[in-house]
């Protein structure tokens, strides 16, 4: 664990892709790195305005990842558009909270360019730890639970 190393925050960049496998892989198994390296080059796209994307925390400018979130802007009935974000995955728990505080003030500044009303952040259960936890920025509150349903024997593709 590194503590309360400096970390630094970046949007996903074409270098990062394939350094930020074994993180995928480490939280998905499943996941064929050539099925990653496809995804990576989508999310690390440079568009104007972005409405999904990937970010990556290093420990300094210069250090490999140590986490990644995925969000995307979406609407919402109630809010109209909102930064959403999940896959939150962190290589070693013990920082999740440390990283987690490094995430949320670069998602609050995407998602004032994004037009966003609010933030939500999705919470799986981690396949890394066996002590579940809350790990979200203080202002954050418990909005609702999230159920996934598989149809039809749905897998994720490899």
């Known amino acids: 664990m590194h503590g309360r190393s ?17 993180l ?22 440079r568009r104007k305005r972005p ?5 990556v925390a290093h420990y300094g400018p210069r250090g490999l990842p140590c986490a990644m979130v995925t969000y995307r802007r979406d609407f919402d009935i109630r809010l109209g558009q909102v930064l959403t974000s999940d896959h939150y995955i962190v290589m070693t728990p013990g920082d999740a909270q440390h990283v987690m505080n490094a995430f949320h003030p670069v998602m609050a500044e995407l998602a004032r360019e994004l037009g966003c009303h609010a933030i939500r952040t999705m919470q799986p259960v981690t396949k890394m730890t066996t002590h579940p936890q809350k790990v979200c920025p203080d202002e954050h509150i418990v909005e609702r639970t999230l159920l996934l349903t598989e149809i039809n024997g749905f897998s994720p593709p490899s």
């Open 6 to 22: 400096p970390l630094t925050v970046r949007r996903l960049g074409a270098a990062d892709i394939l350094v930020l496998y074994p």
């Open 24 to 45: 995928i892989q480490h939280a998905f198994p499943e996941m064929e790195r050539r099925r990653w390296m496809d995804v990576g080059r989508r999310m690390s796209a």
């Open 51 to 55: 409405r999904q994307g990937i970010l």
